[in-house]
């Protein structure tokens, strides 16, 4: 039972963006550390905490190190005063002596300045191990002046998440070859935004390993996590590092063929953490992927890393050697209208307002959002939902609409003008305040193009050539090329194929709960493309025409689909990829 006294801290450090670590995967955390240093029994090794909270990763490290006969002195940090004292508490409780908590903001105990040494060396010594699940905590809930004052202090960029200031304070306060083991947000392995932090922890460690726990909701937290280990380069002396990164990934597996080949049944998720194959693992009634292999970490950190299996990056890599070019060669990518105001500009009940304030029929486009989305094609019968579209081409421009000649469009927007005038980034970009915030060009809307959501636990491309306005929870692809349809019909046909989905996800690994999956422009653009004009790529072609023009029983999708991957195959001249 948690004591009121816990269950407080618990509420306040959810509230911060933090979350108690679990003691199992507390002490897998502390086992793969503390092998790293099975020849130190001679020494007392120096362990930190930097966000301790009720002391769980310490007690976990000092747990396993007694039972490999090595000796701890553990330091815990935390802001927090009842957490410090429900972790003094339960040390004291553990018969564990040498420990030192201290009741500050770990961030502030770095000073300002360019020395890199920069913590209070009386206050607190460099350690030989750093252990710890630091908040996570984003720019919008720290603010613009918390998250300014963190980019100067610690020299980041872009968007500024809590973590990020941890892991550079971190590294400060860890000795050269020092091990790290850090729990984190898994955004930054994949993402564009990321680069920043992968190129801080290829400057800065030698990676030993990421386990990336996805889905698998090992504890309660905002984010998907990613647990990071690390050994701290020595500036002075760069020794070679003939270590190959590993990487552990579990995701739940909800495909219903794969949970049909389970390698073996485990009695608790914690078991999984120990598993040496890849393969398919039940856990009660649930079923996860867990994959084995190795980090790729292109030259380029702005490049997302590429966690694989031996057999996952042969096949990857023999895809793309045979692969004719990428969409980015053929299409563009483009993600949906952003109105920053849908209720007002997005409405399935134009029809009923009073008749001075329904828009003009020029005005009222069709729209297309996430969760009208399916295969190959969607039907628009039924849909009444439309967009105010406040834009047009003028003097081959675009331009903002003059509501002098839409009278009614304008009795409507006047009427929600406080809302729409109190987006100061529109006036503050010298634009109109009743203006979609991002419109696009007025003239792409009419041209053939494929639409599909930003995420989906399945790929859901789909053609559209009825002048439908994309949805900002979209993205829509148009050829190069004028009058190009088939290299639509060819990225579709790739795109909503099993090979694509395997191919994203050794590429991108950026599934989300559930076995979702973010197709995002970054992404989507470097999907591998075959020749257009072989032989197997024209058939393709022909079979995506076929399914977006005619309407199919499943049995007979299923079969067209079937057919497709195995002509996928041909025309990239590989074999499927297995679980």
């Known amino acids: 039972?948690?004591?009121?006294?816990?269950?407080?801290?618990?509420?306040?450090?959810?509230?911060?963006?933090?979350?108690?670590?679990?003691?199992?995967?507390?002490?897998?955390?502390?086992?793969?550390?503390?092998?790293?240093?099975?020849?130190?029994?001679?020494?007392?090794?120096?362990?930190?905490?930097?966000?301790?909270?009720?002391?769980?990763?310490?007690?976990?490290?000092?747990?396993?190190?007694?039972?490999?006969?090595?000796?701890?002195?553990?330091?815990?940090?935390?802001?927090?005063?009842?957490?410090?004292?429900?972790?003094?508490?339960?040390?004291?409780?553990?018969?564990?002596?040498?420990?030192?908590?201290?009741?500050?903001?770990?961030?502030?105990?770095?000073?300002?300045?360019?020395?890199?040494?920069l913590f209070n060396i009386e206050e607190l010594e460099p350690v030989d191990i750093i252990i710890a699940n630091p908040p996570y905590v984003r720019t919008q809930i720290l603010g613009a002046e918390k998250a300014q004052k963190l980019r100067e202090k610690f020299n980041l960029k872009g968007r500024v998440d809590l973590y990020q200031a941890f892991l550079v304070a971190m590294t400060q306060q860890l000795k050269s070859n020092g091990i790290i083991g850090v729990i984190t947000s898994n955004r930054y392995l994949t993402t564009k935004g990321g680069g920043s932090t992968r190129k801080f922890l290829v400057s800065n460690f030698n990676i030993l390993e990421i386990m990336d726990l996805g889905d698998s909701k090992f504890f309660e937290a905002a984010v998907l996590p990613a647990i990071f280990f690390g050994e701290k380069k020595n500036k002075e002396y760069q020794k070679e590092n003939s270590n190959v990164p590993k990487f552990f990934k579990i995701y739940e597996q909800s495909d219903i063929e794969a949970s049909s080949s389970v390698n073996s049944e485990f009695n608790s998720l914690i078991e999984l953490l120990e598993v040496n194959k890849s393969g398919l693992y039940s856990v009660e009634d649930k079923t996860y992927s867990i994959s084995l292999g190795k980090i790729i970490s292109p030259e380029n950190y702005k490049e997302p890393w590429i966690l694989a299996t031996e057999d996952e990056y042969e096949w990857f890599m023999k895809v793309n050697q045979n692969a004719y070019g990428f969409i980015e060669d053929f299409a563009h990518v483009k993600v949906g209208i952003k109105t920053t105001a849908d209720s007002v500009f997005i409405r399935s009940d134009w029809g009923e307002l009073p008749e001075e304030q329904i828009p003009e029929d020029k005005l009222l486009r069709p729209i297309i959002s996430a969760d009208q989305a399916n295969k190959w094609s969607v039907s628009l019968v039924g849909n009444n939902k439309k967009v105010l579209y406040t834009h047009e081409i003028r003097d081959g421009q675009i331009k903002a609409i003059n509501l002098e000649e839409f009278p009614r469009a304008k009795n409507y927007l006047e009427s929600h003008k406080e809302r729409l005038a109190s987006r100061k980034y529109v006036l503050k970009a010298n634009r109109n305040w009743y203006e979609i915030w991002v419109p696009h060009d007025p003239s792409l809307w009419d041209k053939p193009k494929i639409i599909f959501p930003d995420t989906s636990p399945e790929p859901k491309f789909f053609y559209e050539d009825k002048g439908s306005v994309v949805d900002g929870n979209c993205y829509w692809i148009i050829p190069k090329k004028e009058n190009s349809n088939d290299i639509l019909f060819l990225i579709m046909g790739i795109c909503n194929s099993k090979f694509m989905s395997k191919y994203h996800d050794i590429a991108f690994q950026n599934k989300l709960y559930a076995g979702r999956r973010r197709y995002l422009t970054q992404y989507v653009n470097k999907y591998p493309i075959p020749d257009p004009e072989s032989i197997y790529s024209k058939e393709i072609i022909s079979l995506v025409r076929e399914l977006v023009n005619n309407k199919k029983e499943t049995q007979d999708i299923n079969e067209i689909e079937n057919r497709i991957e195995k002509l996928i195959l041909r025309a990239f001249d590989i074999e499927s990829l297995k679980y």
């Open 1 to 117: 039972m948690m004591s009121v006294q816990k269950a407080n801290t618990v509420s306040r450090q959810k509230a911060t963006g933090a979350h108690f670590t679990p003691d199992k995967l507390a002490e897998v955390i502390a086992k793969r550390i503390l092998d790293y240093f099975k020849g130190e029994k001679n020494r007392v090794i120096r362990v930190l905490d930097p966000a301790c909270g009720d002391g769980e990763l310490l007690l976990a490290i000092n747990k396993v190190a007694q039972s490999m006969n090595i000796q701890l002195e553990l330091i815990g940090v935390d802001f927090d005063i009842d957490a410090i004292n429900i972790a003094n508490e339960r040390l004291s409780r553990s018969g564990h002596k040498n420990f030192r908590l201290i009741n500050k903001d770990f961030l502030e105990m770095v000073s300002e300045g360019d020395n890199y040494d």
